[in-house]
């Protein structure tokens, strides 16, 4: 406000004011790029928290996040769903099951509890019984990691 009043006065012949007139402009522009590199950073994180936490955000990292920035993460994550429906076929592609690639296509697992007949891709049928150990594709395999019925031998 104070430099709009000082750019009306130098309008009417004070010329002494138009250094200070750009140095404030300038010191105006160099806190717009400021907070837009802060804005911009803070949306390569929370774009990062989507392929780091999956669809659900954590409470605690939530509750540090403004109403803007929940929307917006939530717009993310249903874009990401739209697009990874869309590429590989009818299931779709999960982009964010394998983040580090994988060192070797099958690895050793422990069966952690009874859960049953369990086929894979090329038609054989594995029983996978409480502690009994096979050596599966990773891909056919993690989400039952996650879930708790296998475990990964890290030999």
């Known amino acids: 406000e ?12 004070r010329t002494d004011l138009i250094f200070l007139i750009r140095f404030r402009h300038c010191c105006l522009l160099r806190n717009q790029r400021c907070i837009l590199a802060y804005l911009y950073d803070r949306l390569l994180r929370i774009r990062a928290l989507r392929w780091e936490y999956g669809s659900v955000l954590p409470n605690a990292i939530q509750f540090h996040m ?5 929307e917006w993460f939530s717009r993310y994550k249903k874009s990401l769903a739209t697009y990874m429906k869309s590429v590989g076929g009818e299931e ?15 690895i050793e697992v ?9 086929e894979i891709d090329d ?3 594995i029983l996978l019984k409480k502690n009994s150990q096979h050596f599966l594709p990773r891909w056919k ?12 031998i890290l030999s």
């Open 2 to 13: 104070q430099n709009q009043a000082d750019v009306s006065e130098a309008k009417s012949g």
């Open 66 to 70: 403004s109403a803007e920035e929940v």
């Open 92 to 106: 779709g592609l999960d982009l964010t099951q394998d983040i580090k690639p994988p060192k070797s296509l099958y």
């Open 110 to 118: 422990r069966c952690l509890r009874d859960y049953g007949e369990f």
């Open 123 to 125: 038609g054989t049928t």
């Open 141 to 152: 395999c993690e989400q039952l990691i996650r879930q708790g019925v296998l475990e990964h």
